[in-house]
């Protein structure tokens, strides 16, 4: 199969474009895609971040510190951008202005005004696709639990819970990072860095919360800053929101939990959907299982736990009997990415990455969210402005 040759840039060395770099190295995992990445040009502002990307990666042909002189690059024609949220609405603009095509991280954007700003370049070009990173939805197991969604499963929906949740920032010594910022990371804390994740399935779904009130926690308030001493963290560390939804056949409550502090997640997402024929839930914790309760009028009550087998989006060299891991999920949204990219509306599947749409509502979420904690009130959200 000859397959088409996108030739990426990436903005931002740091962990995440590290784990693209793997995984287009690893594309030869999977099966029958018609198109590849190659990472060409890289950018960061220190320069030995690029370093990595030279001494792992011979398709690098150039390294930059300043993205625009890699934007002038007439040989790339895609992006992955991850920089801190202070920097999206300047660079991501920059690129969708360039032409280029653009798979950028989360939140889109420090805070609502600067997303709709990223919005306004989105539809001045609309002929660049722009999506946003997330990729939890690719595992198995949440892909047959929005398989069963699709085809209503569940009867009435009694409730939804998603969440992400990690404790990496359990231990009070850990220095301080952007992410603890409001300049860099944005008011939204955790739910700016964590929430697209946990906001995408129900978005996706049409499960827009049509109000909101939010429990927000600053759990450890200082944190050694490198030189010494001790400064004031300044976002939210855990947040959990909740909602209700509406829709043109149901309503129900939603819980939306993003936390930096759980202890004994490593970094767990999931997503649980109980309803009155049907109850189910997906965990990054059990990556191989689902558990479901099938349920019909005065039967009996059982949860089953399934193994599900290495069933991927796009098919790979894997066999059912392996588990699927983080690494798995990334390769499969890139392939999502790459196949929008060269087949458009002719996808060879249909489950497509987070749109700028998707990351806006989680703007409207996380802005309203922001409202309930300052007020202690239930704040309604208006979709239709």
């Keep these: 199969m000859n397959k088409k040759i996108?030739?990426?840039?990436?903005?931002?060395?740091?962990?995440?474009?590290?784990?693209?770099?793997?995984?287009?190295?690893?594309?030869?995992?999977?099966?029958?895609?018609?198109?590849?990445?190659?990472?060409?040009?890289?950018?960061?502002?220190?320069?030995?971040?690029?370093?990595?990307?030279?001494?792992?990666?011979?398709?690098?042909?150039?390294?930059?510190?300043?993205?625009?002189?890699?934007?002038?690059?007439?040989?790339?024609?895609?992006?992955?951008?991850?920089?801190?949220?202070?920097?999206?609405?300047?660079?991501y603009i920059d690129i969708i202005e360039s032409g280029k095509h653009l798979l950028g991280e989360k939140p889109f954007g420090i805070d609502k005004e600067a997303n709709a700003l990223i919005t306004e370049a989105i539809s001045r070009n609309p002929n660049v696709i722009v999506r946003c990173s997330?990729?939890?939805?690719?595992?198995?197991?949440?892909?047959?639990?929005?398989?069963?969604?699709?085809?209503?499963?569940?009867?009435?929906?009694?409730?939804?819970?998603?969440?992400?949740?990690?404790?990496?920032?359990?231990?009070?010594?850990?220095?301080?990072?952007?992410?603890?910022?409001?300049?860099?990371?944005?008011?939204?804390?955790?739910?700016?860095?964590?929430?697209?994740?946990?906001?995408?399935?129900?978005?996706?779904?049409?499960?827009?919360?049509?109000?909101?009130?939010?429990?927000?926690?600053?759990?450890?308030?200082?944190?050694?800053?490198?030189?010494?001493?001790l400064v004031p963290c300044e976002t939210w560390d855990?947040?959990?929101?909740?909602?209700?939804?509406?829709?043109?056949?149901?309503?129900?409550?939603?819980?939306?939990?993003?936390?930096?502090?759980?202890?004994?997640?490593?970094?767990?997402?999931?997503?649980?959907?109980?309803?009155?024929e049907l109850s189910a839930e997906f965990t990054t914790k059990n990556p191989k299982q689902v558990a479901s309760l099938p349920y019909r009028s005065g039967g009996v009550q059982s949860w089953h736990i399934t193994d599900t087998p290495y069933k991927s989006a796009y098919g790979t060299i894997t066999g059912g009997i392996f588990e699927f891991g983080f690494s798995d999920s990334i390769l499969q949204m890139w392939a999502a990415f790459c196949d929008e990219l060269t087949n458009r509306a002719e996808m060879m599947q249909p489950f497509y990455c987070a749109t700028p749409e998707e990351a806006t509502s989680s703007h409207i979420v996380f802005t309203a969210a922001l409202e309930s904690s300052r007020t202690g009130q239930t704040i309604a959200l208006h979709w239709e402005e």
């Design 134 to 229: 997330s990729e939890f939805p690719f595992f198995p197991g949440a892909q047959q639990i929005v398989q069963w969604v699709r085809e209503n499963k569940f009867g009435k929906i009694i409730e939804v819970e998603a969440g992400f949740w990690h404790s990496s920032d359990l231990d009070p010594t850990k220095p301080i990072n952007w992410k603890r910022r409001i300049a860099t990371n944005g008011e939204y804390g955790c739910m700016g860095d964590l929430g697209m994740h946990v906001l995408h399935l129900p978005i996706r779904l049409g499960w827009k919360p049509k109000s909101v009130r939010a429990l927000l926690s600053k759990i450890v308030p200082e944190r050694p800053d490198g030189k010494g001493e």
């Design 6 to 91: 996108i030739r990426f840039g990436v903005i931002g060395c740091g962990l995440m474009g590290r784990e693209f770099a793997s995984a287009a190295a690893r594309w030869c995992h999977l099966t029958n895609m018609n198109s590849e990445p190659r990472i060409v040009a890289v950018c960061d502002a220190n320069p030995e971040a690029t370093q990595w990307f030279k001494n792992s990666l011979a398709s690098v042909e150039a390294t930059y510190t300043d993205y625009r002189e890699l934007l002038a690059n007439p040989t790339v024609d895609a992006i992955y951008c991850a920089v801190p949220h202070n920097l999206h609405a300047q660079i």
């Design 238 to 276: 855990n947040a959990i929101l909740a909602c209700e939804v509406e829709t043109s056949t149901q309503q129900f409550p939603m819980v939306l939990s993003t936390k930096r502090i759980a202890p004994g997640h490593a970094n767990t997402w999931f997503i649980r959907i109980t309803g009155t």
